[in-house]
């Protein structure tokens, strides 16, 4: 089929490179003339993995082209709009850059066309866009519109773009469902050739789930809002952890052998960031007030996940004393490893803090130190995580990239000014690293606790711990 991808973002780059791949052919388009003009002339304008091989093949193949936004309106029997949504001061979603595409739909395109609308978007958005295609349409246009909210996580987005649980559609014309079958199928029945395995794991093909219109664009906000709310739970549950002298780790375990709570998405840490989780939230939360429900419960999920970060800088001025002149190594920029995205990451808001109090900080992240350049440009960017180590008071780490694992900590050693790693993700194994001679803090654990502060707490739930590293000699 012929499909139009508006939008060349994680979302659409992923969107139409897929899409090729499963045998469409598809025009990408981008209003940003810069990164049009990067992508025709095969630079990749973000880091994701296995996505530059899939354009390339595609590409090479003639099933993928990045047109200009009236070219492919023009083109595609159906049309995918995945522009952005960024959040305004009020935490509504911006939608002007969905209605400028539909704007463009009803003055450019003839005949029938099927409207996709696969940005995260509000409930009744597809409403909206029927009412503008018809006022704007000039050309005799014929359309249907369908909600195809995405689910992709950047870092995995060519997995589960091709190996999804399910696909949700929402439409209320029969043709329209028909189409996004259609254009699915090789997908729902796992028939195409996958770039990523040799034999794939995932055989069985996803659920394919079809609403009407307000269900499918509730279940995206939702879906991500449920997820933000299990990270603040655990995290929550964490902070009670550090407060009785219990072990979250463990706890999660507990609870997520219950299939009920499952175990993914309750590792505790500095907080959920990303472009998604945060914006989706506080459009939720908006969608509902302005509805006239009290949904306050996403309120404190919002207001737990916004303190996580001075709850990292507590424990790291608990530690140095004093942090004014004190030289700190952030390991990990990106919100999550496997990107290069840094927008509404951890890292930002916690090397803000940092600078504020004084500290030198030298930051290493395997892909998005560019983008945090950008941002924060008193950092100091390092070249690999030893450079950021050099003379530091203090390791932290902020994003789990796998390379973290797998240190030299007999180097790391002689090259810090005082051993001292504060986990802010629980990678490691806190008798691991203090067997290496480095103090070690982590989040909600009981074993980077000193052994006598934990029988002590053991003791009386009501202590609050003042220091709760853990000094091991070599
Ligand atoms: C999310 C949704 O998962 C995806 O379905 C949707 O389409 C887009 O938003 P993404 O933002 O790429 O995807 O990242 P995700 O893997 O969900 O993680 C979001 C944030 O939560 C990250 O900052 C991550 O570090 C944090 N997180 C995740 C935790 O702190 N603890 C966890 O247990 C899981």
Redesign the pocket.
Known sequence: MKLSVIGAGYVGLTTAACLAQIGHDAFCSENDAEKLSKLQNGVMPLFEPHLEGVIKAVRRAGRLCFRSTEEAIAWGDAIFICVGTPPLANGDADLSAIEGVARAIGKRAAGYRLIIEKSTVPVQTGAQLRKHLSVHSTNGLRYDVASNP??????TSVEDFLHPDRIVIGTDSPRASDLLREIYEPIVKQKFTCPIHSSCPKRQGPIFLATDTNSAELIKHA??SF?AMK?SF?NMVANLCEAVGADVTKVAQGMGLDPRIGS????P?V???????PKDLQAFIRIAEKSGCDFSLLREVEKINQGRIELFVEKVRRELWIVRGKRIAVWGLA??PNTDDVRFA?SISLMKALLADGAAVRAYDPEATEKARAILPEVTYCSDPYQAAEGADAILLVTEWDEFRHMDWKRLRSAVEQPLVIDGRNVFNPEDISGKGFRYVSIGRLDALPRQLSEEKVESSSFRAGNNAQEVTA
């Open positions: 995405e689910f992709l996580r950047e870092g879906s991500n997820l990270i655990i993914s998405f309750l590792n840490g907080g959920f960031g990303g472009f998604c989780f919100f999550k951890p």
